[in-house]
């Protein structure tokens, strides 16, 4: 079916449940705001829109697509010939999606949605908004999924693996100490845990049900005497059967935590509602009472510790020689051999799968030429991709996972002949990265804090980039990492302004998008660090963690102050210090090349 014929069959049973507006967000089960598996696709599947973020909404007469400035340009394309019309969150005149569904319900009408993937935070004031107008929530009915039938793809059954101490630097008996110490001081009896990163953290495992994301589709809850974990038992081997078995660990079925919660009266539950789906959340009796705060897990798996630290380290030299190599083959092949965007990124997935102890991908690396670059989350396929001439850039944003870590990094890459604009800006761009990278803070900064610092050679020529400049890093877990960010404006309810923590990893990649022109964006991660403690408090800095030049022919020094060379050319110094004795003699030529010190 076409996106018009999906969106009329869902209008169709619809009316047949009395639902003047339907709901589709983007997220799974476990509220996952980004990264979920096929099978929770709906909102790609109806509007036809294929982007990692936004939601679809539906009504007897309008489709709408919402998602952010990553996505605007691709949105454009899929979209095209639709009917489903975008909405660009976050530009003027454009109401949030939450908003557009209270105002467009009619009176006594009734908006609906899969209560499973919607969080109780927003079933509730939904809720409470609409009553003023006499109408009413319907929750239970999952018209998307009926929609897409039998061609819907099932949910994973992919098998659990630990991951030793030795990568994460503490046990799972340890780990489940720090949260019940923690649930003490709050008063919980119980702890939820919904985000699919938690249990994972909490009991050491990994899985593999979403691709480039090596986690598992189960719930914890965590009690001063229990541990129960819900997941389907066919992921289970007799290993980690026994596994969890010695580490007090209760499995149950994924489905059963709902009766387990409606079994509970008179508890203290540890619950956001922001991560609570409705469904959960309204199994719950009224006289239990609720803590709605995040997760105490999210703020551990944030901090990183020392044995954490040293791996993410190793991870990233074995990243960094692998991108060497990269770039290397990018410069010497384009023009001599045919290049396109897939198969310089099939190269760069081979020269990754070379390291030891690499799993997978962190996520679909963008290979973006020229134009394509201007589409934040761009991916080339096979049948949609572009021919890489010498000429102009090629923007390349790619991580790995490996058991000792996970990387996220872009670089822009010169293939021949800039223009003096393209340079300018590829400049720009690396003035901000590095103003951000060298930047000391005191204790109690937020990312929202420092943001300007990547924005502010980009405003002066009055460009922006529709984004966040950092997002947090996981530990073998997700690219995407809470609650802490690197972001522009204030903070919100959905993204508060979190303190940048020492052990905590972000990113750092301001970037310029000019749409159907071209792409530029330079990404590092960064590790927060203290620095002098006195007087005025307890200061804090960044250190790179990322091990790759910068592309020296792209960069036009006389946007560059001297103290920015200087930092240019110390991060190159460091880059050939740690790469080097990882490379043979031809590779450390080039990269001696690579990383030569610069003067005005």
Same mark, same amino acid.
């Given at each position: 079916?076409?996106? /018009?014929?999906?969106?009329?069959?869902?209008?169709?049973?619809?009316?047949? &449940?009395?639902?003047?507006?339907?709901?589709?967000?983007?997220?799974?089960?476990?509220?996952? &705001?980004?990264?979920?598996?096929?099978?929770?696709?709906?909102?790609?599947?109806?509007?036809?829109?294929?982007? #990692?973020?936004?939601?679809?909404?539906?009504?007897?007469?309008?489709?709408?697509?919402?998602?952010?400035?990553?996505?605007?340009?691709?949105?454009?394309?899929?979209? &095209?010939?639709?009917?489903?019309?975008?909405?660009?969150?976050?530009?003027?005149?454009?109401?949030?999606?939450?908003?557009?569904?209270?105002?467009?319900?009619?009176?006594?009408?009734?908006?609906?949605?899969?209560?499973?993937?919607?969080? *109780?935070?927003?079933?509730?004031? @939904?809720?409470?908004?609409?009553?003023?107008?006499?109408?009413?929530?319907?929750?239970?009915?999952?018209?998307?999924?009926?929609?897409?039938?039998?061609?819907?793809?099932?949910?994973?059954?992919?098998?659990?693996?630990?991951?030793?101490?030795?990568?994460?630097?503490?046990?799972?008996? !340890?780990?489940?100490?720090?949260?019940?110490?923690?649930?003490?001081?709050?008063?919980?009896?119980?702890?939820?845990?919904?985000?699919?990163?938690?249990?994972?953290?909490? @009991?050491?495992?990994?899985?593999?049900?979403?691709?480039?994301?090596?986690? *598992?589709?189960? =719930?914890?809850?965590?009690?001063?005497?229990?541990?129960?974990?819900?997941?389907?038992?066919?992921?289970?081997?007799?290993?980690?059967?026994?596994?969890?078995?010695?580490?007090?660990?209760?499995?149950?079925?994924?489905?059963?935590?709902?009766?387990?919660?409606?079994?509970?009266?008179?508890?203290?539950?540890?619950?956001?509602?922001?991560?609570?789906?409705? #469904?959960?959340?309204?199994?719950?009796?009224?006289d239990n009472r609720i803590i709605n705060e995040a997760s105490p897990v999210q703020m551990f798996?944030?901090?990183?510790?020392?044995?954490?630290?040293?791996?993410?380290?190793?991870?990233?030299?074995?990243?960094?020689?692998?991108?060497?190599?990269?770039?290397?083959?990018?410069?010497?092949?384009?023009?001599?051999?045919?290049?396109?965007?897939?198969?310089?990124?099939?190269?760069?997935?081979?020269?990754?799968?070379?390291?030891?102890?690499?799993?997978?991908?962190? =996520?679909?690396?963008?290979?973006?030429?020229?134009?394509?670059? /201007?589409?934040?989350?761009?991916?080339?396929?096979? &049948?949609?991709? *572009?021919?890489?001439?010498?000429?102009? =850039?090629?923007?390349?944003?790619?991580?790995?996972?490996?058991?000792?870590?996970?990387?996220?990094?872009?670089?822009?890459?010169?293939?021949?002949?800039?223009?003096? !604009? !393209?340079?300018?800006?590829?400049?720009?761009?690396?003035?901000?990265? $590095?103003?951000?990278?060298?930047?000391?803070?005191?204790?109690?900064?937020?990312?929202?804090?420092?943001?300007?610092?990547?924005?502010?050679?980009?405003?002066?020529?009055?460009?922006?980039?529709?984004?966040?400049?950092?997002?947090?890093?996981?530990?073998?877990?997700?690219?995407?990492?809470?609650?802490?960010?690197?972001?522009?404006?204030?903070?919100?309810?959905?993204?508060?302004?979190?303190?940048?923590?020492?052990?905590?990893?972000?990113?750092?990649?301001?970037?310029?998008?000019?749409?159907?022109?071209?792409?530029?964006?330079?990404?590092?991660?960064?590790?927060? *660090?203290?620095?002098?403690?006195?007087?005025?408090?307890?200061?804090?800095? =960044?250190?790179?963690v990322t091990y790759c030049p910068y592309d020296l022919e792209a960069v036009d020094l006389k946007? $560059?102050?001297?103290?920015?060379?200087?930092?240019?050319?110390?991060?190159?110094?460091?880059?050939?210090?740690?790469?080097?004795?990882?490379?043979?003699?031809?590779?450390?030529?080039?990269?001696?090349?690579?990383?030569?010190?610069?003067?005005?």
């Amino acid at each position: 079916m076409t996106a /018009a014929e999906r969106i009329s069959a869902l209008r169709k049973y619809m009316e047949e &449940e009395g639902i003047d507006v339907y709901y589709i967000p983007n997220e799974d089960d476990h509220l996952s &705001e980004e990264y979920t598996a096929d099978y929770f696709k709906c909102k790609s599947y109806i509007s036809g829109f294929s982007g #990692e973020a936004g939601c679809t909404v539906v009504t007897r007469d309008f489709a709408g697509l919402w998602t952010d400035g990553r996505y605007f340009t691709q949105a454009e394309k899929e979209l &095209e010939g639709s009917g489903v019309e975008l909405m660009r969150m976050g530009q003027e005149g454009v109401p949030d999606a939450v908003s557009f569904l209270i105002d467009h319900t009619p009176e006594n009408g009734t908006l609906g949605f899969d209560g499973r993937v919607v969080p *109780a935070s927003v079933s509730l004031r @939904l809720s409470e908004v609409l009553k003023r107008k006499g109408a009413k929530l319907s929750v239970h009915h999952d018209l998307a999924g009926k929609v897409w039938g039998s061609d819907r793809p099932e949910m994973p059954k992919e098998k659990i693996w630990t991951l030793a101490v030795k990568y994460t630097g503490e046990s799972a008996k !340890e780990r489940i100490a720090r949260v019940r110490a923690a649930m003490k001081e709050r008063g919980a009896d119980m702890l939820v845990l919904t985000a699919l990163e938690d249990p994972c953290w909490l @009991l050491n495992v990994r899985g593999n049900d979403i691709a480039c994301t090596p986690v *598992a589709y189960a =719930f914890a809850a965590v009690t001063q005497r229990s541990v129960s974990y819900y997941i389907d038992p066919d992921k289970l081997t007799k290993k980690t059967e026994t596994y969890l078995k010695n580490n007090g660990v209760s499995v149950k079925k994924y489905e059963a935590l709902a009766k387990d919660l409606a079994a509970l009266h008179g508890r203290t539950v540890w619950a956001s509602l922001r991560h609570l789906n409705t #469904e959960l959340y309204s199994a719950l009796d009224q006289d239990n009472r609720i803590i709605n705060e995040a997760s105490p897990v999210q703020m551990f798996r944030a901090v990183k510790n020392e044995t954490e630290i040293r791996n993410i380290r190793n991870a990233h030299v074995k990243d960094g020689v692998a991108m060497v190599r990269f770039i290397k083959w990018v410069k010497e092949t384009v023009g001599e051999k045919k290049m396109t965007e897939v198969s310089a990124q099939d190269h760069l997935y081979a020269l990754r799968a070379e390291q030891k102890d690499y799993i997978e991908p962190s =996520f679909t690396t963008i290979s973006a030429y020229q134009a394509n670059g /201007a589409m934040m989350h761009y991916s080339a396929t096979p &049948e949609n991709h *572009a021919r890489v001439s010498p000429r102009g =850039f090629l923007l390349v944003d790619s991580g790995g996972t490996y058991k000792d870590g996970t990387t996220d990094i872009t670089r822009t890459i010169s293939l021949g002949r800039l223009t003096k !604009e !393209e340079k300018m800006l590829y400049t720009k761009v690396l003035q901000g990265h $590095l103003d951000l990278g060298h930047a000391r803070f005191l204790y109690g900064t937020a990312g929202n804090n420092l943001d300007i610092l990547a924005r502010r050679p980009l405003w002066n020529i009055n460009i922006d980039y529709q984004c966040g400049t950092g997002h947090g890093v996981g530990h073998v877990l997700s690219v995407h990492e809470g609650p802490h960010g690197i972001r522009w404006g204030m903070g919100t309810p959905a993204r508060p302004a979190v303190r940048l923590e020492p052990g905590m990893i972000v990113t750092n990649e301001p970037g310029v998008y000019l749409p159907h022109q071209l792409g530029i964006r330079i990404e590092n991660e960064l590790l927060v *660090a203290k620095g002098e403690k006195n007087f005025y408090g307890q200061f804090l800095y =960044f250190e790179d963690v990322t091990y790759c030049p910068y592309d020296l022919e792209a960069v036009d020094l006389k946007y $560059l102050s001297d103290e920015e060379i200087g930092w240019l050319n110390d991060y190159h110094q460091n880059v050939y210090r740690t790469l080097a004795p990882h490379l043979n003699r031809e590779e450390q030529k080039w990269l001696r090349n690579a990383t030569r010190k610069v003067k005005r």
